[in-house]
């Protein structure tokens, strides 16, 4: 497996907070995108469409700092349990595969393995023990 990330969930604070790893950790943020520049971001609510969809923050070779905020206008609640998962990020499909059946074995899919917008296969899932994961597979990687 190529990396395993530490990924946080925030109410509308991503940003704020990344801001303030940063000031700790230094470097520069690999990725910022909004909700609003997602497909269909023009019916998101304008109080969430410059909410955070994604930001990377490299703290060193091996690990990136990642984060999203909920979407209350799509039912997210944010509670403990659920501001934090963990990120995979597999060298291929089929390990992708393996991994997301595995360890979603017994435990409930949230979004199904699939191809997305952002030029990656991606699935993410609650485990029978009740640890959030994502498993996302870069294709430009392959």
Known sequence: MAKMNPYLNFDGKA???????KSVFGGEFSAVHRMGEM???ENIPENEKNHIM??????????????SDIMPSY???LAEGNNMQISLHPESREETEYLFNGLSAGGKVEMPLED?????????FKDKYGIYWMVNFEKNTQ
């Open 54 to 67: 994604h930001i990377s923050l490299p703290v060193n070779e091996h690990t990136t700092l990642m984060a």
């Open 15 to 21: 940003e704020e907070a990344f801001n303030f790893y």
């Open 39 to 41: 497909p269909g971001g």
């Open 116 to 124: 997305t917008f952002w030029g990656a296969y991606f699935g993410s």
């Open 75 to 77: 039912g997210h609640v």
